[in-house]
T-cell receptor, first 110, second 116 residues
């Protein structure tokens, strides 16, 4: 898996958009960008993934730069329940193992 | 859909005993499952890849004789921690991926193992 770099922590205001950056400058052409989050003492939760195009689902939007060297996860309206550790992972698509880095600890404040 | 069930959620065992953790894919078949371990305030560390009908592949530094993995069916993988010691106390998590590229990997809710 390509190495990813994320900020250690971020604070966000409740109700505002949260933009979480991730650098993956060594990502290869067949590697997807995955985002997961882990709320304390739970298993990671899948958020979104993409290859080249921007993606949106009911949880978040994923913006991938044209050169694919970085991406941004956008939580459109952060709530207190979005407080978690967010992991950005670059990995292949077929039964490739996921390697977790340290992630970004996001704290949403009222 | 795409649910992975893990059991038990927590377990306490005595040193020297063995503990089995089950991971089931409830609504899809998984030829491959993954086992992770997470110590407090640390990230998830991949322990092994469980392959249905064949031997598991262990990551470097993980003792295969201590962490026995069996993937006997397309919906069940088990992790047995043998001769558990207090340093094996950790949060164990499994994952699997539904077929196709529309989904990411789905994780179980984790098992908190405490060895006393």
């Amino acid at each position: 898996d390509a190495k990813t770099t994320q900020p250690t922590s971020m604070d966000c205001a409740e109700g505002r958009a949260a933009n979480l950056p991730c650098n993956h400058s060594t990502i290869s052409g067949n590697e997807y960008v995955y985002w997961y989050r882990q709320i304390h003492s739970q298993g990671p939760q899948y958020i979104i993934h993409g290859l080249k195009n921007n993606e949106t689902n009911e949880m978040a939007s994923l913006i991938i730069t044209e050169d694919r060297k970085s991406s941004t996860l956008i939580l459109p309206h952060a709530t207190l329940r979005d407080t978690a550790v967010y992991y950005c992972i670059a990995s292949g698509s077929n039964d490739y193992k996921l390697s977790f880095g340290a992630g970004t600890t996001v704290t949403v404040r009222a | 859909g795409a649910v992975v069930s893990q059991h038990p959620s927590w377990v306490i065992c005595k040193s020297g005993t063995s503990v089995k953790i089950e991971c089931r894919s409830l609504d899809f078949q998984a030829t491959t499952m993954f086992w992770y371990r997470q110590f407090p305030k640390q990230s998830l560390m991949l322990m092994a890849t469980s392959n249905e009908g064949s031997k598991a592949t262990y990551e470097q530094g993980v003792e295969k004789d201590k962490f026995l993995i069996n993937h006997a069916s397309l919906t069940l993988s088990t992790l047995t921690v043998t001769s558990a010691h207090p340093e094996d106390s950790s949060f164990y998590i499994c994952s699997a991926r539904p077929p196709g590229t529309a989904y990411g990997y789905t994780f179980g809710s984790g098992t908190r193992l405490t060895v006393v």
